[in-house]
C-alpha cells in the first residue's frame, strides 16, 4: 500500500515499525460543539484507514483523542453556564452516536487531554531541561525557534509566520510564534498543579503527550484533517521532537476539508450542517457513500443534490441484493484484484465504489447462474469500505415494492392506466424498472 506523505508531499510505500503492527494518532474533536459533516469526514478517513490496514492483515492500535481542556471548551462551558466537564462530556457522547450510526470502528483508545495531564507536565519538563522552553508568571512557552526544523511538515518559512494561536498574541512571549505550552490560570478557570503553579495544558502538547504515552516516541501514522496542519501539527513535530530527539510520525495523512459554499465547514463560521439532522433525511450508508466517491484528499463541497443522488445510488445497490438474496457463489477474482489495487493506492475509495457500481451493472444481466458470484463480490467490497448492509432493511424494500406492484396492478384492473404508468414512471426514477408481460408484472433494478 501507498500512502500520501504530507511531510515528504509524495505517495510512499507504508511500512510499519514493528511487523505486522501499526500505530496511528488520529486528531479527534474539541469538545465544545455537536459533532457536523466535516468532522465526520475527518472521522471516516481514519475509520477507512484502519479497516484497510486491518484488511491487509495488520493489528492495529487507533487512538483518537478529544481536546476537553481548551479556551473554546471553556468559552463553551461559560456561554452554557455549566461546568466544562458536563459540556465536554455531552459533546463526547454525541460524537460516539454519531460513530455509531455512521458505523465507524471504535478505536483502541478514545483519550483525554485532562486524563494526561501527569503525562503533559512530564513533557514540558523535558523541553525546558532542554531549553526548548521558558516560564514567565506561570505560563510556560515553547520556543519556536530554537526548534531548526520548524515549518518542514507544513512548508512554511518562519519569516513568513505570524502567530496562529487560537487566541491573541501573549505578550508575555518572547517571540510572537512562541507558542504555550502550559497557561497559568485565571480566576473563575479550572486548573492542576504543577511545578510553574495552578495552570492548565496549552492545546498542541496535549496531543504529543497522549500520542507518545499510548504509541511511542515515533509512530507510525498521524492524521487529522487539513486545517490542523499548521499550527497544530507543526507545533506537535517541534515540541515532540525537540523532547526526544526522534522523529514523531513517520506518515502524515492529512484529509482535505468539507466546504460549504465555498468555505470550510465550521462552527466558528456559523456554516456548518450538524450530522444529526443529515441522519432525519439520510441513512448512514447513504451519508458513507457520498463521502466516499470524494477522495480524502480531495476538498468535498457539501451539496444536497450530491446527497440525494448517493441515495438513489445506495438504493440502486439494496435493490440488487435483494432481488438476489439467497443466492451464493465465489467472489470475482478479477474484481477482488480491482479493490486492492485502488484501496493500495492512496486509499483510492472512488475507484472502490465505481467497482461495486459495476458489479450491481453486471449483476443485473447476468445469468441466473452468475447472479451470485457478483452478490457475494459486491458484499465483500461494501463490507471492506464499512457499509452496514442489513438483511432486514432489504427485506423491507423488498415488502415496499410488492405492495406498490399491487397497488399499480388495481389502478390496471380498474383501467386508470394513467396513474399506473406514473407510479411506474416514479420507480423508475428510483432505478427500478417495470415490466408487465403476459406472465405477470416483473421489476428490476436499472
Known amino acids: 500500500m501507498r500512502l500520501y506523505n504530507t511531510l515528504s508531499r509524495k505517495k510512499k510505500e507504508f511500512k510499519s515499525i514493528k511487523d505486522g503492527e501499526v500505530g496511528i494518532y488520529y486528531c479527534g474533536m474539541t469538545l465544545q460543539e455537536a459533532p457536523h459533516v466535516g468532522h465526520m469526514r475527518a472521522a471516516l478517513t481514519s475509520d477507512i484507514l484502519n479497516r484497510y490496514l486491518r484488511y491487509l492483515g495488520f493489528k492495529v492500535k487507533l487512538v483518537v483523542n478529544f481536546t476537553d481542556i481548551d479556551d473554546k471548551v471553556l468559552l463553551k462551558a461559560k ?53 526548548f522552553g521558558y516560564e514567565v508568571d506561570g505560563n510556560v512557552f515553547f520556543r519556536v525557534r530554537s526548534f531548526k526544523p ?27 510564534l512562541d507558542f504555550a505550552l502550559w ?37 507510525d501514522i498521524h492524521g487529522g484533517g487539513g486545517d490542523l496542519m499548521f499550527p497544530h501539527h507543526e507545533n506537535e513535530v517541534a515540541q515532540s521532537e525537540a523532547a526526544t530527539g526522534k522523529k514523531f510520525a513517520n506518515y502524515w495523512v492529512h484529509n482535505a476539508m468539507l466546504n460549504i459554499k465555498g468555505e470550510k465547514m465550521s462552527k466558528s463560521l ?47 445497490i439494496k435493490v440488487f441484493l435483494d432481488r438476489t438474496k439467497g443466492l451464493e457463489g465465489k467472489p470475482i477474482g478479477s474484481y477482488l484484484e480491482g479493490f486492492e489495487g485502488n484501496m493500495n493506492d492512496d486509499l483510492g475509495t472512488p475507484g472502490a465504489i465505481a467497482l461495486a457500481f459495476d458489479l450491481v451493472s453486471r449483476g443485473n444481466e447476468a ?9 457475494e463480490t459486491l458484499l465483500f ?33 380498474e383501467g386508470n392506466y394513467k396513474m399506473a404508468d406514473r407510479v411506474r414512471a416514479v420507480l423508475l426514477k428510483a432505478g427500478i424498472a417495470v415490466e408487465d408481460t403476459k406472465e405477470g408484472t416483473s421489476w428490476r433494478a436499472d
Not at 448512514?284 to 466517491?293: D, F, G, H, K
Not at 448517493?310 to 440502486?316: D, F, I, L, P, V
Not at 445469468?367 to 452478490?375: F, N, T, V, W
Open 79 to 131: 456561554e452554557e453556564k455549566r461546568d466544562f466537564r458536563e459540556v465536554t462530556s455531552y459533546y463526547e457522547e454525541e460524537y460516539r452516536k454519531a460513530s455509531n450510526v455512521l458505523n465507524i470502528l471504535r478505536p483502541s483508545f478514545y483519550p483525554r487531554a485532562t486524563q494526561h495531564i501527569k503525562e503533559i507536565i512530564e513533557l514540558i519538563e523535558k523541553l525546558l531541561d532542554k531549553d
Open 150 to 176: 520548524y515549518g518542514k511538515l507544513s512548508g512554511k518559512k518562519l519569516d513568513d509566520l505570524r502567530s496562529g494561536a487560537r487566541i491573541a498574541v501573549d505578550k508575555k512571549k518572547k517571540d510572537p
Open 183 to 219: 497557561k497559568a490560570a485565571k480566576p473563575g478557570e479550572p486548573y492542576w498543579f504543577s511545578p510553574w503553579g495552578k495552570g492548565r495544558p496549552g492545546w498542541h502538547i496535549e496531543c504529543s503527550a497522549m500520542a507518545i504515552h499510548h504509541l511511542g516516541e515515533t509512530i
Open 270 to 316: 456559523q456554516n456548518f450542517i450538524p450530522i444529526n439532522e443529515l441522519y432525519e433525511e439520510f441513512n448512514s450508508n447513504t451519508i458513507r457513500l457520498y463521502l466516499l466517491q470524494a477522495h480524502y484528499r480531495k476538498q468535498l463541497n457539501y451539496n444536497r443534490d450530491m446527497l440525494k443522488q448517493a441515495s438513489s445510488g445506495w438504493e440502486h
Open 367 to 375: 445469468s441466473p447462474d452468475e447472479k451470485g458470484a457478483y452478490r
Open 381 to 413: 467490497i461494501l463490507d471492506s469500505l464499512g457499509f452496514r448492509v442489513e438483511e432486514e432493511e432489504s427485506i423491507k424494500l423488498g415488502e415496499v415494492l410488492e405492495r406498490i406492484l399491487a397497488l399499480r396492478g388495481s389502478l390496471r384492473e
